[in-house]
């Protein structure tokens, strides 16, 4: 799957930002503006009008950032800021008690957009009735006080509904982005799983017919009947093969621990490995048979492969919250190639990964002199599930 560059998305990313801002300026801007023409009517002197300049830019700058706050990409504004808005906001009634009455419906929107929902809107109307209550001491009729608290009420609804907009066109901006970049991780997780599934469940069956097919050769010359009957069990474990490749293409591999431990018995006892099966566990929960079927697969696996062994045990057992299955063999010392394909190879760390999946673990052990010790852990549920036992081996 292709992906765009880095550099690009983070470009993207940028401008999306950059559009927000001028979006959030020009409307603040333009709010200030009428503010400022509103203090000019009133024929401010010129320290009076470049004060009120100077209040503006900052209060404009303050309400900007807090407008961007929460937006992706920007870090959440410290309460001192709402505290410097405040400051702001109330004291230039002083100086401009005519025109200023417009300036606290910014702050209502700050509060909306920066503290959490019940706080808000508690102090969202503490800001429009303390607006009524300057205006009310500096006696302005009770039919600018109703004017008043309409205009700082809807001021600070129309400042949180843009912020909020302009926040929403970002992020349905960056949707296309991470939607693939979902796709994409589904993507590898579904290649990770038929890859882990094709070796943890292949390798088993074709190790088994390259020891028939190599048995069957040394059989030709003198026991027909019995080579024949090996080559038959190749074709069966083919066709085996086969199935199970078609079932990890469509995920829907089954696996039984009790079938699996019995098709490891008979195949490590038909190449002449002395084997000893001790199977206390009945029936397990569907999920942790699935997994522990797949250990045992793989360990008997690697021991046709990477081993000499001449004695094998597989033990199942239940020990307190949980199955601990264990495979020894003693053929560890005898082979050089034993150690690095057991112990470090892909099939290790695919069974380590199911088991952590379901919360248990995977250790391997060399035993002296020739002994190699695997053992999987996996915990049971509360409560065992007693259906059936067998589902897609995922």
């Known amino acids: 799957m292709s992906t765009s560059p880095p550099t690009s998305s983070a470009a993207r990313l940028t401008g999306r930002h950059i559009g927000t801002a001028i979006a959030v300026a020009v409307a603040l801007l333009s709010y200030s503006i009428l503010s400022v023409s509103q203090i000019l009517r009133h024929h401010p002197t010129a320290t009076e009008f470049t004060a009120s300049i100077v209040l503006h830019a900052i209060l404009l700058l303050l309400q900007i950032r807090h407008s961007l706050s929460a937006g992706p990409g920007h870090r959440p504004v410290h309460l001192r800021t709402l505290a410097v808005q405040a400051a702001m906001t109330y004291g230039p009634f002083l100086l401009f008690p005519e025109s200023w009455s417009g300036m606290p419906g910014l702050l209502a929107g700050s ?6 929902t019940l706080p808000a809107w508690l102090l969202f109307a503490v800001a429009v009735a303390f607006t009524d209550g300057i205006l009310a001491t500096l006696g302005r009729p009770a039919a600018d006080l109703v004017e008043t608290t309409a205009l700082t009420s809807l001021t600070g609804l129309a400042v949180f509904g843009l912020s909020h907009l302009t926040r929403l066109v970002c992020v349905m901006g960056q949707l296309p982005e991470r939607t693939a970049r979902v796709a994409q991780a589904a993507t590898e997780r579904e290649r990770f799983r038929i890859r882990r599934d094709l070796h943890d469940t292949l390798g088993y069956s074709l190790s088994l017919i390259v020891l028939k097919s190599e048995l069957a050769y040394r059989l030709v010359p003198a026991r027909d009947d019995r080579a024949r009957e090996e080559i038959r069990e190749v074709v069966r474990t083919s066709r085996r093969a086969l199935t199970e490749v078609r079932a990890v293409a469509s995920g829907s591999l089954t696996m039984s621990l009790p079938a699996e431990t019995r098709s490891a018995a008979g195949m490590l006892s038909q190449v002449g490995i002395d084997t000893t099966v001790k199977a206390e566990v009945d029936q397990l929960p569907a999920s942790v ?10 360990g008997v696996t690697n021991l046709l492969r990477h081993s000499r062994a001449r004695h094998c045990r597989i033990e199942i057992v239940r020990a307190g919250a949980s199955v601990r299955l264990t495979i020894f063999n003693d053929g560890a010392g005898t082979d050089a190639r034993s150690t690095p394909a057991a112990e470090g ?5 695919n069974l380590r990964s199911r088991l952590a999946e379901i919360g248990g673990g995977l250790t391997v052990t060399r035993l002296a002199p020739d002994g190699f010790l695997l053992r999987a852990v996996a915990p049971l549920p509360a409560r065992v599930d007693q259906g059936a036992s067998r589902t897609p081996c995922r």
Do not use: M, Y
């Open 111 to 116: 509060v909306l957009l920066l503290l959490p």
């Open 289 to 298: 048979d699935v997994v522990l079927a797949t250990v045992l697969r793989e």
């Open 345 to 349: 190879g892909n099939g290790i760390g």
